[in-house]
């Protein structure tokens, strides 16, 4: 029983995450097609040729506009063209605010000189004694780093993830002194964050496990489980 139980552990471990990323790329496929297709003309789909539905052609027609439009945004009458894009929506109240957050943020995070969530680093946070795995930002700036002046030490601007959903989290204010910087890589702090801990640099250095691999770390943890508490 025990070595079944292994073995459908194993094949959970390697099962699972094929079936999750299949689920989600399908899914985004699906929800780009239906935005899509319904602006497409009819003669222009397969669709309309083949039997069955071909899933995926509004994704790629939407990649290739998308690479049109950075293609026309790139010379004189494309940016003229944008100019004037931005100049109207820039004059309407509610839209200006919501248009310029987002397109600072994508050109933070998409920019390739953007040095923002390369490095995880450790904290004290809600109290001294307790540690939190954060993700440096920047160090501040502007009017904050004119306000935190008088704390006497650079501050950094951090992000602190929650657990097990990263996407939301607080944006913490630290003097670079409290800051603890991790050699480990985002994409490995970014597991440990989702885990809750289980998975650890330690235990995937290199990667995904292999089932080899799988196998033998199920194994072992099943065998601490099952070892028996020392008596006093």
């Known amino acids: 029983m025990a070595r079944l139980r292994n073995y ?13 990323t299949a689920w989600i790329t399908w899914s985004f496929m699906g929800w780009v097609d239906g935005w899509v297709k319904p ?8 669709d309309t040729y083949l039997p069955f539905a071909l899933p995926g052609f509004g994704l790629v027609v939407a990649l290739v506009l998308i ?4 293609f026309l945004t790139a010379n004189f009458i494309g940016r003229a063209i944008i100019g004037g894009s931005e100049n109207v929506l820039g004059r309407m109240p509610l839209v200006r605010s919501v248009y310029t957050a987002l397109k ?16 995880a680093a450790l904290i004290e946070y809600p109290r001294p004694g307790l540690w939190c ?12 780093a004119q306000v935190l002046s008088d704390q006497g ?20 204010f630290v003097p670079r002194e409290d800051v603890r910087i991790l050699d ?7 597991k440990l964050v989702i885990s809750a801990g289980l998975v650890s640099p330690e235990d995937d250095p290199a990667g995904p496990l292999s089932p080899q691999q799988a196998s033998r770390l199920v194994s072992e943890r099943l065998r601490a489980r099952e070892r028996p508490e020392p008596v006093d």
């Open 133 to 144: 795995l954060v993700f440096v930002a920047t160090t501040a700036r502007g009017e904050i």
């Open 184 to 190: 480990m890589s985002i994409e490995a702090a970014l």
């Open 39 to 46: 602006y497409i003309p009819a003669q222009y789909t397969p």
């Open 67 to 70: 690479t049109l439009i950075g």
């Open 153 to 172: 030490d650079e501050m950094l601007a951090v992000f602190l993830p929650p657990t097990p959903n990263p996407t939301s989290g607080f944006l913490l």
């Open 104 to 119: 600072q943020i994508f050109e933070t995070v998409l920019a390739d000189r953007s040095s923002s969530f390369k490095t």
């Open 8 to 20: 459908f552990l194993t094949g959970f471990i390697v099962c699972a995450p094929l079936a999750i």
